[in-house]
Every structure is written in C-alpha cells, then in structure tokens.
C-alpha cells in the first residue's frame, strides 16, 4: 500500500505567479485534508474534502487559494497571484473513511513553497 | 485560545532512558480524538498513537504511550527506551466531535543524545 505523495516537492516561484500542487492520497481514502506549516509552527488547517466535495475551508484560505478533487481521487491545490508570505511547506493527508483507523490522517511528504 | 498546547519547545534526553512530551487540549465538546505525529527533518509527518476521548485505558503502541489525564486535559507522549532516530519534532493534535479540522500544536523539537 503506498503512501501519500505530493508534487512537486520543491517549488520556487516569483511574487505574482500562480502556482499549482497535486496530492495523491492513499487509495481508497475518502477524506483528503491540505495543510499549511510554517517554520516553528504547526500545520493549519486548509480545507477538506470528502470524495470530489469539499465540505470545509479554514479562514486562512484566501480567495488567491482554491482546491478542487475532480473525481474523488488526487487533488490539486493553486495558489494564485502569489505573495512571499505564501512561503511555507504545502502538506497533503489523507485518512479513510469505512475501514481502517478512520481517526488518523496519513501525511504525503509536502510541497516547499519559496516566494521571492 | 489555543486548541492545543505544547509547553516545550526543545527536550534532550539519553539514548535508551525514557522522555515525556507534554501537551495540554482545550476543548468544550465531550467527544475527541487526540494525536502524536513525529515530523523528522525530512518533513514528512508520521503517525504515532491515537486517544479517544471515551477510551477507559491510556494508549499505547510499541515503544509510545499516551498519558490522558481527562480532568486536566492533558496528553502527554511517553517514549520509552529512547533512540537515536527518535531525535524529530513532535507534534500534538487534535480533533473536536465529528468536525474534520484537526488543531496542531507548536511542536517540541526533542534531540536524543549518544
């Protein structure tokens, strides 16, 4: 059973730039959650999907920040018109939803995202 | 308030002796969860013990024990018979009823010395 993956795994970009993540979660896994960590802190929340609809947002995303999960499967995360306080690592979980330990989420290795 | 809070920032301790790792919740709903990940210096976040709420005995797995203390609301991660490789940051989380955000805390950078 794979993991989580997430691509790119480095991404350095100009301020303005639009930018674009994908998260592979593990198969089968209905719930897929993308966070934001910054250094010295931990991950916040950003939005949540639930197969192709996403039921939750955080406040923190802006509307520069959209997500979308076409066929319940991966998901992508763009970051429009970026910012240097964009800068941060992009993660990527995903937890199961009928099987499994349905409390806990599995993490991909994350995104990097530098602004200059 | 903070959802979850993590008081130390950095811990040392000797291989193979034992360390805790505190973390204090705040929270007004009686259901939850609350979880240990372990974020070595690669990034990737790696999931180590789960306590629900309701849960009558502490949990634990393999080297990992959670200390719940429901009345202080606490969660303290006990690693036993520390090794090198446990040197990573820690992190406590949360998540409240049903809802689907989990609420991290700071992290405390723990170093296991030779």
């Known amino acids: 059973d794979t993991g989580v993956s997430q691509d790119p795994r480095h991404k350095i970009t100009k301020r303005g730039q639009n930018v674009t993540f994908r998260c592979d979660p593990i198969?089968?896994?209905?719930?897929l959650y993308w966070y934001r960590q910054t250094l010295g802190q931990g991950p916040e929340f950003l939005t949540y999907f639930q197969n192709e609809a996403q039921l939750e947002k955080s406040r923190l995303l802006s509307d520069r920040f959209s997500a979308e999960r076409p066929k319940g499967s991966f998901s992508t995360l763009e970051i429009q018109r970026t910012e240097q306080g964009d800068s941060a690592m992009y993660l990527c979980?995903?937890?199961?939803?009928?099987?499994?330990?349905?409390?806990?989420?599995?993490f991909g290795p994350g995104t990097r995202l530098t602004v200059l | 308030a903070q959802k979850i809070t993590q008081t130390q920032p950095g811990m040392f301790v000797q291989e193979k002796e034992a360390v805790t790792l505190d973390c204090t919740y705040d929270?007004?709903?009686?259901?939850?969860?609350l979880f240990w990940y372990k974020q070595p210096s690669s990034g990737e976040m790696i999931f180590l013990i789960y306590?629900?709420?309701?849960?009558?005995q502490n949990a634990t797995e393999g080297r990992y024990s959670l200390n719940f203390q429901k009345a202080r609301k606490s969660a303290n991660l006990v690693i036993s018979a520390s090794q090198l490789g446990d040197s990573a940051m820690y992190f406590c989380a949360m998540r409240e009823g049903l809802g689907n955000q989990f609420y991290f805390g700071t992290g405390t950078s723990l170093t296991v010395i030779p």
């Open positions: 198969s089968e896994h209905n719930r």
């Open positions: 979980a995903s937890s199961p939803t009928l099987t499994g330990r349905t409390d806990t989420q599995y």
């Open positions: 306590q629900g709420s309701y849960d009558q």
């Open positions: 929270t007004s709903d009686p259901s939850y969860g």
